[in-house]
């Protein structure tokens, strides 16, 4: 229970910091327009405002020229070093309703069974390299190389996998229904 509280806490230690540092810069304003403005009235209100509009200057320069070619270069040589990065993110931006930059397709691997996985890259060979999740955790399992005409297609998405495993498989009826409605889900 302790490590759902971590990443929180966190969270709040960083915006405490933020907020400290730019309160210095919110006192200087508050002082210079005084009661004029609600805004200028409160200098831990204007520390915030202040922070969101950092917050979303950063996030348009990211999306732009020398921004984006930073972000690209920190994501292809950083962030790949933490494994399931690329997962991750698409996940969390398909989870967002946010196009992902690739979407990796979500199939059945016949292992002992049909094993919900994502197809992340095809060999020269034809064969497809599938990523196939362990439950609770969608991040950690293993990475198996198929021939193409053994694995399923299907119409789930990245965020339905996620659900399900998080469940481990509790519920899932409604998210399989909708598969086997679709496509004819294979048995074993």
Not at 2 to 15: G, S
Not at 81 to 86: D, E, K, N, T, V
Not at 116 to 135: C, H, M, R, S
Request: charged share 20%; with cysteine.
């Amino acid at each position: 229970m302790e490590y759902f509280l971590f990443p929180i806490i966190l969270v709040i230690i960083f915006l405490e910091k933020a907020i400290s540092l730019l309160s210095p810069l919110a006192t200087s304003i508050t002082e210079h327009f005084g009661d004029k403005y609600f805004i200028t009235n409160s200098p831990y209100l204007l520390s915030i405002i202040i922070l969101v509009f950092i917050c979303l200057l950063a996030g348009y320069i990211a999306s732009k020229g020398v921004g984006l070619k930073m972000v690209n270069w920190i994501e292809n040589n950083i962030l790949t070093l933490f494994p399931g990065y690329h997962l991750m993110k698409n996940t969390l931006q398909d989870t967002a309703g946010l196009s992902a930059e690739t979407n990796f397709p979500v199939v059945l691997a016949p292992i002992d069974g049909w094993m919900l996985g994502f197809e992340v890259d095809k060999l020269d060979n034809g064969d497809l390299v599938i990523f196939v999740p362990g439950a609770p955790n969608i991040w950690e399992g293993n990475v198996i190389i198929f021939e193409e005409k053994r694995i399923k297609r299907t119409n789930l998405h990245q965020k339905d996998v996620q659900k399900i495993m998080r469940q481990l498989g509790v519920n899932s009826q409604t998210i399989l229904n909708q598969l086997e409605k679709n496509q004819k889900l294979p048995r074993n």
